[in-house]
Structures are given as structure tokens and as C-alpha cells.
């Protein structure tokens, strides 16, 4: 199994182009999630998928879009890129269940694609 | 929103020393994960840990739930340990379910 990957690794955009990461799990896993790494800071959630068709809003979801077409695919858009855009990107996938009285939700994550935004 | 701290934000140790890592976060969560992020940037599950105590070789992990906090013990620390490590909340929102991470212990463990 290869995991979770993301294509592009790099990337350098100027003002006002666009672009769409990719993320793909070959794990079977229901949800998948885009996050943002700034210097210095932890994870920030952009948004997430609970399955294919289904999207929804995280913490900074200003600037960005997803698509969830298909199961193992996940992607995102940016439409007009700002050099506040300028960071790591982390995707990351889990299978949720039950164990026990608990659900279980463990992510795992990709590599991530670093964008620069000139 | 829910808030996640985590202590010491640095720490140098020598190789060979114990260390105790935590992570407190301000309302219940459904679940928790550690992670450790190395030197080039990839993400690594450590742990995780909606409840009581996890050990993986010099690693171990106990999340008090009841009381909002976790820890994560590394023993005998080794240069590659270093790294920042991060611990992540698992909240349940009306839709699904999305993590909120802490930001971040960075150890630097020197020879």
C-alpha cells in the first residue's frame, strides 16, 4: 500500500494563477481532510470530506475550494492564488468506527506539497 | 472554539535524559493523537489515545480525558527524536468529525 499521496511535492505560483492539489488514499478510508502548515505552527484544518460527494468547511476555508468525486481522490483549488497562501499542505485520511464506547478516527498523513505564492 | 496548549513550546535535552511532554485542551473531545514531525517534514503517528496509557518501546502516552490533558513520556532520548511534536483533538461538529492540532513541543536532542 502506498498510503496517502499528493501530487505536486513543490510548486511555485504567481499572484492570481490557479492550481489544484491532489490527494490519494489507497486505504479504503470514508474521510479526508486538507490541512495548512504555517512556519512555526501547527496543523490548520482548510476543509474535510466524510465520503465521496461530501464536503465541508474547517478552520480557514477563505480562498480554497475541494471536490470529492471519488472515494480515494481528494482535491484542492486555489482559484486566484495570494502569497498569503504561500505554505505546507497536508492531506490526510482516516477510517471511522467504533472500538469499544469509543469511535476511532485515526488519521494518517501524506508527505505534503509545499507552495510558494510570488 | 476549543483550545489546545501544549508545554514546554521548547526543549533541549541530552541524549539519554526522560521527558515528559503535555497537551491540554479546553472542552471533551472524542479522541487524541500525537504526532511527530522530523526534521524533513514528515507527519508520524505516535499515538492514538482517547483514553488511558499506550506504549510503543521508549514512548508511552496517557490521556486523562475526564480532566482534559495528555502526556506523552519519551525515555532515553535519541537524536532522532528530534523533531516537534504535536498533539491533535478529535471534535464532533453537526456534519462529521475534523481535528484540531496544538502547536507544537519542539525537542532538540543533542549527542
Known amino acids: 500500500n502506498a498510503g496517502v499521496t499528493q501530487t505536486p511535492k513543490f510548486r511555485v505560483l504567481k499572484t492570481g494563477q490557479s492550481m489544484t492539489l491532489l490527494c490519494a488514499q489507497d486505504m479504503n478510508h470514508e474521510y479526508m481532510y486538507w490541512y495548512r502548515q504555517d512556519p512555526g505552527m501547527g496543523l490548520r484544518l482548510i476543509h474535510y470530506?466524510?465520503?465521496?460527494?461530501?464536503?465541508a468547511k474547517g478552520e480557514v476555508p477563505d480562498g480554497y475550494n475541494v471536490s470529492r468525486l471519488k472515494k480515494q481522490n481528494f482535491l484542492l483549488g486555489l482559484e486566484s492564488a495570494a502569497p498569503s497562501q504561500t505554505s505546507v499542505y497536508f492531506c490526510?485520511?482516516?477510517?471511522?468506527?467504533?472500538?469499544?464506547?469509543?469511535?476511532?478516527?485515526?488519521?494518517?498523513f501524506g508527505p505534503g506539497t509545499r507552495l510558494t505564492v510570488l | 472554539g476549543i483550545q489546545v496548549e501544549q508545554s514546554p513550546p521548547d526543549l533541549i535535552l541530552q541524549e539519554g535524559a526522560n521527558s515528559t511532554l503535555r497537551c491540554n485542551f479546553s472542552?471533551?473531545?472524542?479522541?487524541l493523537q500525537w504526532f511527530h514531525q522530523n526534521p524533513w517534514g514528515q507527519l508520524i503517528n505516535l499515538f492514538y489515545i482517547p483514553s488511558g496509557t499506550k506504549q510503543n518501546g521508549r514512548l508511552s502516552a496517557t490521556t486523562v480525558a475526564t480532566e482534559r490533558y495528555s502526556l506523552l513520556y519519551i525515555s532515553s532520548s535519541q537524536t532522532t527524536d528530534s523533531g516537534v511534536y504535536f498533539c491533535?483533538?478529535?471534535?464532533?461538529?453537526?456534519?462529521?468529525?475534523?481535528?484540531?492540532f496544538g502547536p507544537g513541543t519542539r525537542l532538540s536532542v543533542l549527542p
Open positions: 490526510a485520511s482516516s477510517y471511522a468506527g467504533l472500538a469499544g464506547t469509543y469511535s476511532y478516527n485515526e488519521q494518517f
Open positions: 472542552d471533551s473531545v472524542n479522541n
Open positions: 491533535a483533538v478529535e471534535l464532533r461538529d453537526n456534519y462529521g468529525q475534523n481535528f484540531v
Open positions: 470530506s466524510v465520503g465521496e460527494g461530501t464536503t
